[in-house]
């Protein structure tokens, strides 16, 4: 799954990038056994890395409207405990939010060492919907591309680990999910008459995100993206990615404190 990962000054035409890739290596049956042991891995790194409390992750999830978000952070963020997780969504900003410049509510909500972040939408709304519903002029969302990546890069070098996701549907797939979501009673709450606005601006939506996903992917915090239209194989892709770069940080549990090994229990 390596290869979903992009590079520091890729290009990206999501055309080339099909939603419905399911790799080689796993059928859905399989996929749900692998699931369940890197649920079981993921348990047993976080427990090191909160006590290590040496670094932060921080997860972004971006996607189109019903590509998978929601879902995403119920299915893969399972395996973690709550005490060290949180899960921050972010909507259309509040009054004060927008008094302050972007960066302000997501700055306070990046998780502190020892803490895994998950951000269900991010500051790249403020370069996608900004950009595509012209919430802003272009000078504007323009210039955010780099200050987003002077922003992470702050974040990395102060022991941050940021892993982004994006959630690739197709727009058949996203026509059936809101479909479903206009028809089943259940899923109601989840649509607004403003998605439907969204779902017109579908190739503004993918032209916004090709470019987010080359502008803004770097060696500290690159974008991974996810074929989606399988939820299982979404599921995969993300928590395999998260469990890889939990090992790769070869955390320790930290040494006893002074005095311990003199000390009995009687
Ligand atoms: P949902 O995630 O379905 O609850 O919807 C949240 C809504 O908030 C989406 O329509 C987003 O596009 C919108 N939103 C999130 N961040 C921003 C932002 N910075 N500016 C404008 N709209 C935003
Ligand atoms: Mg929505």
């Not at 194989?233 to 006893?256: C, E």
């Amino acid at each position: 799954m390596e290869h979903l990962t992009l590079h520091e000054g890729c290009r990206v035409k999501l055309d080339d990038w099909d939603p419905d890739d399911t790799g080689k290596d796993f059928d859905k049956n399989s996929a749900l056994t692998e699931l369940d042991t890197l649920h079981q891995q993921m348990a047993d790194l976080q427990e090191v890395f909160y006590a290590s409390g040496k670094y932060a992750l921080l997860i972004v999830l971006q996607a189109m409207d019903a590509g998978g978000k929601d879902g995403t952070v119920s299915h893969v963020m399972r395996g973690l405990n709550p005490a060290g997780c949180a899960v921050t969504p972010f909507k259309v900003p509040s009054a004060e939010e927008l008094s302050h410049d972007f960066l302000w509510r997501i700055h306070k909500a990046v998780p502190a060492r020892g803490q895994i972040g998950i951000f269900n939408r991010s500051h790249y709304e403020d370069v996608l919907v900004v950009r595509v519903m012209q919430l802003a002029p272009e000078k504007i969302w323009r210039a955010r591309f780099e200050q987003i990546n002077s922003f992470e890069k702050n974040l990395a070098q102060n022991n941050v680990i940021i892993l982004k996701f994006f959630l690739h549907i197709s727009h058949t797939e996203q026509t059936e999910r809101l479909r479903a979501r206009l028809e089943d009673p259940t899923k109601n709450w989840k649509i607004t008459p403003s998605d439907l606005e969204m779902r017109t601006k579908w190739s503004d939506y993918q032209k916004a995100y090709e470019e987010v996903l080359e502008c803004c992917t770097t060696e500290y915090a690159p974008w991974t993206i996810v074929p989606a239209n399988k939820k299982w194989y979404r599921n995969l892709v993300v928590a395999a990615k998260i469990v890889k770069t939990l090992k790769s940080l070869d955390l320790h549990f930290p040494p006893p404190a002074p005095g311990l090994e003199k000390i009995r229990i009687e």
